[in-house]
């Protein structure tokens, strides 16, 4: 920690169980662990990207002030994300905008889009997040909220 405040932009998105309750929750404990919640998206409402379900996501975006490192927040969120019920497969590894990952239903999922204006390429965390231009369901909240 550097001391100096960044602001981060989070996708996060749910369609198991109560999706509303999930996501303020995830919010909640963004907020406690990561760094003050400045600003929440309304909710969206999408279908499920990368893979066929009959669960419907419950999507948002918040910008979080934080002095924690990306690879930080990146524990953090997946830490969250855990705590929350969200459970990882053999073949479903962790990786952030990573090529390998497979989709499946979760009761919560938080992804780094932007932290302030840098660029990481890591095997494990990529910001900007390399899918969500082509995802509405983060565009448009994220545009909601976003101030350039």
């Not at 509303?20 to 929440?40: K, P």
């Not at 969250?80 to 979760?106: H, M, W």
Request: hydrophobic content about 35%; overall charge negative.
């Amino acid at each position: 920690m550097d001391g100096i405040m960044h602001e981060v932009y989070l996708g996060l998105g749910s369609n198991l169980g109560d999706r509303r309750r999930n996501i303020a929750r995830a919010i909640q404990l963004i907020g406690e662990r990561v760094g003050q919640v400045v600003r929440q998206s309304s909710l969206m409402e999408s279908e499920p990207w990368g893979f066929d379900s009959s669960h419907l996501f419950l999507n948002a975006v918040v910008l979080c002030r934080t002095d924690k490192t990306p690879r930080q927040t990146l524990h953090l969120t997946q830490q969250i994300e855990r705590d929350l019920g969200r459970r990882k497969t053999a073949d479903s590894p962790s990786v952030q905008g990573g090529a390998n990952r497979q989709y499946a239903d979760r009761p919560i999922d938080i992804d780094i889009l932007l932290y302030d204006d840098l660029v990481v390429d890591e095997p494990d965390l990529k910001i900007p997040h390399p899918l969500m231009q082509k995802r509405d369901f983060v565009m448009i909240p994220l545009n909601e909220i976003k101030q350039d």
